[in-house]
């Protein structure tokens, strides 16, 4: 079984966690992906989970880079974090979790479109690559 998981995020911060399966022809029920969820966080993300989730390690690495950006939750009402964003005027980043492998999958926005998709399975990585998008005021996109 492979979950992958895909986030669409409006301009005002809802998040909608989607769980595409790619087996089978089947469904899990809710409380089954959340519980394979669950244990892929536990097992793939130990360090998240010891930081308290995906929102204060995500900014504990940008403050370890020097970055005064700020991150946000996408949804406070998800027992587990699995996305994350991060804002400054109309540039945004999002981050979200893979549940087969540890990979961290970001978005890169500007004016409510998407730039560019990348992935990284390091945190430190994820962070200097969402300062470098989000801080930058070179260009007004």
């Known amino acids: 079984m492979y979950i992958d998981l895909k986030v669409s995020v409006s ?8 769980f595409l399966l790619t087996a089978t022809i089947y469904v899990l029920q809710k409380k089954t992906a959340v519980a394979i969820l669950a244990k892929t966080i536990n097992d793939l993300y130990p360090d998240l989970i010891a930081l308290g989730g995906l929102e ?3 900014q ?5 880079i ?11 009402d998800l027992s587990l974090a699995v996305c994350a964003c991060v804002e400054s005027g109309s540039r945004f980043s999002q981050v979200r979790v893979a549940a087969v492998e540890r990979l961290f999958f970001l978005d890169f926005w500007a004016r409510v479109v998407m730039l560019a998709q990348g992935q990284n399975p390091r945190m430190d990585e994820v962070a200097r690559a969402i300062d470098k998008w ?7 996109l």
């Not at 301009?11 to 989607?18: E, K, M, N, S, Y």
């Not at 970055?67 to 946000?72: D, E, F, G, K, R």
């Not at 989000?134 to 007004?140: C, H, K, P, S, T």
Request: charged residues 25%.
């Open 11 to 18: 301009r005002r911060g809802a998040c909608t966690l989607v």
């Open 60 to 64: 504990s690495a940008l403050r370890e």
């Open 134 to 140: 989000v801080a930058f005021r070179g260009l007004n």
């Open 66 to 76: 020097g970055s005064a950006l700020t991150v946000s939750e996408l949804d406070k």
């Open 56 to 58: 204060k390690a995500l």
